[in-house]
């Protein structure tokens, strides 16, 4: 575990075109990691409006009311509903709400600077949505002619892709 530093996040986006497989991998990760005894959470990058409050409950209307940020807490779980008013990267979200996480895997943003691990499947007939210059450090995909020059995993390969993060250097 050379690279993750007690007290920071690693933070990793797993990209891809949509149907790759993104979601099931980084669901797969987060059992594996979890299990290794770390702390893990997770980014998910949406395109599309989500409801994330119901109107008329108490959270909701501390926000309607002008509330930047609304927390709901329950006894086993919390909820932050917060103005997105800017862009945010994975890691400007990890550092600002997910600090007790060693790793940090966020679903898409494949257009920020995180190192990047893309899905990338043959039977979708696709190019790969990243380059290396955009921070693309491995493969998960059936194809090894796509970028030869990266580590390569198979998609079920789940503890060499847990491996492969967690020796990843520190930034």
Request: net charge negative.
């Amino acid at each position: 575990m050379s690279g993750i530093l007690p007290g920071k996040s690693a933070v990793f986006s797993i990209v891809g075109h949509s149907g790759s497989g993104k979601t099931t991998l980084v669901e797969k990760l987060i059992r594996e990691l979890s299990g290794r005894g770390l702390r893990i959470a997770a980014i998910k990058h949406a395109h599309h409006k989500v409801v994330l409050d119901t109107e008329g409950k108490d959270s909701y209307r501390f926000k309607e009311a002008g509330a930047v940020m609304s927390m709901l807490l329950t006894p086993t779980e919390l909820q932050l509903v917060a103005d997105a008013t800017e862009h945010r990267e994975p890691e400007q979200l990890a550092t600002r709400f997910m600090g007790e996480a060693d790793v940090v895997l966020a679903e898409g943003f494949s257009f920020c600077e995180t190192p990047k691990i893309e899905v990338l499947r043959r039977e979708c007939g696709k190019l790969p949505r990243c380059t290396v210059e955009d921070g693309l450090i491995a493969m998960v995909t059936d194809s090894d002619e796509i970028y030869p020059n990266l580590p390569h995993f198979g998609l079920e390969e789940i503890a060499g892709i847990a491996d492969f993060i967690l020796n990843q250097p520190a930034a």
